[in-house]
């Protein structure tokens, strides 16, 4: 059986004042059914225009450049939009990073969990009964009255946790959840955490099996650490490393992986001390053919100046690394 999701050499660009410029370069990766992929990076590296792209949400001046998507071996980027509508909210769902935008403030909670199970053409009959099901299974204790509400009576780690129900009603195949716990204190942030991960083990309450899978979008690798089964690093729109957390987080083989971990209080991310390391300057735009992290890397010399191909460690074809010389402790000396 294929991956639930293929995405192979997606690139995305975009033209202002008669200029090209390239946003996302060959991305490919796949999601498993039931796994928790991560794509992390920093801000404005790719992520949320790579999660559109999948549900083909793309802004007006943002355009596929080239190649494709498939959601359970069919194609989906190139499906007439009428088609598409029929797969966002019942294939694909999406939890956005604020709810309270999200979600509308003049309609009752209840309302908006049943709303894209009414639009999927679920039975009336079902409705009413699967959205107080699904907000109990996101751990609301009195979901009669969570349906009932108002999303400015709830708090935000509630009208979250309401989002999760809504997204989640129409049993949809795949999960892109976009940055879902930036906005929420630490508490918050696990709880939701947990929610996530209980719903994506245990399953929904029609299905036990586990089979809904997650893209999950962050910057924050203390928080990926926790829930991810794999994850996808982007840098400037380039995917650069690519491993389970304990390979990824622990023994970065990436410089950019590196720096980010660096980055986080090691008490914060629970993994021992990476080696020192200084980093260098960023430019705007690299060549093309370059290194894409090529400025900013502490160990860049002439044999880096050609960009290498996404490739495995030596003996652990699962963590590979877009890096001619990728750091010690990963397989490669």
């Known amino acids: 059986m294929p991956p639930l999701l293929e995405v192979r050499r997606l690139s995305l660009e975009t033209v202002a004042h008669g200029q090209k410029r390239r946003l996302l370069r060959d991305v490919s990766f796949e999601i498993e059914t039931g796994e928790i992929v991560a794509l992390v990076g920093e801000s404005g590296s790719g992520k949320t225009l790579t999660a559109l792209a999948i549900a083909r949400l793309l802004p007006n001046n943002v355009r596929q450049h080239a190649g494709e998507i498939r959601l359970g071996g069919e194609r989906i980027d190139a499906l007439a939009e009428e088609a598409m509508c029929r797969i966002r909210g019942k294939r694909i ?3 956005f990073q604020e709810p309270m935008t999200s979600l509308n403030p003049v309609l009752t909670v209840g309302f908006q969990v049943e709303e894209g199970m009414r639009i999927h053409g679920f039975p009336a009959s079902e409705v009413r009964r699967r959205a107080k099901e699904y907000l109990a299974a996101v751990r609301f204790r009195d979901p009669e009255r969570i349906f009932r509400s108002y999303p400015h009576e709830l708090s935000g780690g509630e009208r979250q946790r309401a989002m999760i129900a809504a997204v989640l009603a129409p049993s949809p195949e795949l999960v892109i959840a976009d940055e879902p716990t930036t906005a929420l204190d630490v508490t918050i942030q696990k709880e939701i955490l947990e929610v996530l991960r209980e719903l994506q083990s245990r399953g929904t309450p029609e299905d036990s099996s586990g089979k809904t899978s997650f893209l999950f979008i962050s910057h924050d690798l203390a928080v990926v650490s926790e829930i991810a089964d794999r994850i996808l690093v982007l840098y400037r729109g380039s995917l650069v490393e690519v491993g389970p957390p304990e390979k990824v987080l622990s023994a970065p083989a990436h410089p950019y992986t590196k720096a980010l971990l660096d980055a986080i209080p090691r008490e914060r991310l629970r993994l ?9 300057e960023g430019e705007e735009n690299e060549p093309e053919g370059k290194c894409i992290y090529f400025s900013r890397c502490p160990l860049a010399d002439a044999v880096c100046r050609k960009e290498p191909g996404l490739s495995g460690l030596e003996g652990r074809q699962e963590h590979r690394v ?8 990963t397989g490669k000396e």
Not at 272 to 280: K, N, S, T
Not at 322 to 329: D, N
């Open 322 to 329: 877009k890096c001619v010389k990728p750091l010690l402790g």
């Open 272 to 280: 021992p001390e990476p080696p020192p390391g200084d980093e260098g």
């Open 93 to 95: 769902g999406m939890i």
